[in-house]
């Protein structure tokens, strides 16, 4: 893999940075157009939150994706990358005045609405502007997914999502307002899923869902099932691209569609992940008493999942083939928990050598931070670096 990167232009650059690698970023989406379009009815967005570099969502904009923003920030950079409006769709637990009011004036397919308070108000400031505001409601399935406990959605615990058992009496109000129409439902169970069952599960619920409001002469024009496809953190080598193949194929098979009905992903992790590396240069090699430091001059303010979920991701030394030592690899930061990887194996390291943090496209550079009084990494392209 070592070759892939530019190394060369690498040793010109200030690190920390983010590299991606738009090749690979190109050909995921070729994957996605290819496996969702043998489907009739499958509309893809791009979940913004993942990752939102604008030269990264002007590539997803070009693909034909559609967004998904949970934020109004989210929103005018979708639409400053590009992406039409009526591909745009809004969730979020609480959307503010001034962002509901923003996508109200973009225009955007819908509001993916969480709660009857926010139905309320988004029929309010919808009737202000003389508009009509196209709604479809979050309903948490309770439907547990084998993944880390922080990034789990879909239990009736979870802050997301109405109620199973209030569904129908708020679709019934949304029906009976002035400047909301109804138009679908969302659903969404979680992140890096890679259990194909827990998305045979979500069909499950939502074909006994839809079969109960039809026995109440309800139509649904849209279903939407969120996102959550995982990708490979530990060989991004032998697997850069997720099994889209089977993923679109499990909705195909369980999910019981009606005539004309659209279905809508947001796919963000599987889309960004591993196309994005961290770049950072080794500081220091520090001999403990009973290990030894590798110490980066990146740290958790640059790619804080490790800190945050203890998440593993790959380390490569791509400056050296030297036989492999062992290292716990850590940042700068004034926090214990600013750890990468305990007790790795890599490429012997000296100050100076350059290390990649692979598999960091997704929740990288977008939740970095200032912390310590740090600058935000960059992120780069290659024919920009």
């Known amino acids: 893999m070592k070759g892939a990167f530019p190394i060369n232009k690498f040793e010109e650059t200030e690190t920390p940075f983010y590299y991606y690698d738009t090749n690979l970023l190109r050909e995921t989406l070729r994957t996605i157009n290819s496996e969702a379009g043998k489907y009739e009815g499958f509309c893809v967005h791009y979940a913004v939150k993942a990752n939102a570099n604008p030269k990264i969502l002007n590539i997803i904009c070009q693909a034909g994706l559609g967004a998904d923003c949970v934020s109004g920030g989210e929103i005018q950079a979708s639409v400053d990358a590009g992406f039409k409006p009526d591909k745009i769709v809004f969730a979020g637990v609480g959307k503010s005045d001034k962002e509901i009011n923003l996508a109200l004036e973009k225009d955007i397919f819908c509001f993916n609405v969480e709660s009857v308070p926010e139905l309320d108000i988004i029929n309010e400031l919808a009737g202000r502007k003389g508009k009509t505001a196209r709604v479809a409601f979050r309903i948490n399935p309770n439907v547990g997914a084998h993944t880390h406990a922080n990034i789990t959605t879909g239990l009736a615990e979870n802050k997301f999502g109405i109620a199973m058992t209030d569904m129908e009496d708020v679709i019934n109000k949304a029906l009976s307002m002035a400047n909301v129409k109804f138009v679908g439902l969302h659903f969404h169970i979680g992140s890096q899923i890679l259990d194909m069952g827990d998305f045979a599960a979500l069909c499950n619920r939502v074909n006994d869902l839809q079969n109960q409001l039809e026995a109440h002469h309800i139509v649904v024009e849209n279903i939407n099932v969120g ?159």
């Open 227 to 385: 996102g959550g496809l995982g990708i490979d953190y530990t060989h991004p080598n032998r697997v850069p691209i997720p099994d889209f193949k089977s993923y679109f194929a499990t909705y195909a098979k369980h999910l019981k569609l009606r005539k004309g009905q659209k279905l809508h992903f947001e796919l963000g992790r599987s889309v960004v992940g591993q196309c994005g590396s961290l770049i950072s240069r080794v500081l220091y090699v520090k001999q403990g008493s009973a290990k030894q430091f590798a110490i980066i001059d990146a740290g958790m303010t640059d790619l804080i999942r490790p800190a945050l979920y203890q998440a593993y991701h790959k380390i490569e030394n791509i400056s050296s083939e030297a036989p492999l030592a062992t290292y716990d690899v850590v940042g700068p930061i004034c926090e214990s928990s600013d750890v990468f990887a305990k007790a790795v194996d890599i490429n012997e390291c000296r100050r100076g050598d350059l290390i990649a943090i692979r598999s960091a496209g997704a929740y990288g550079e977008i939740m970095a931070s200032q912390y310590n009084c740090r600058p935000l990494p960059k992120g780069y392209i290659a024919e920009n670096l």
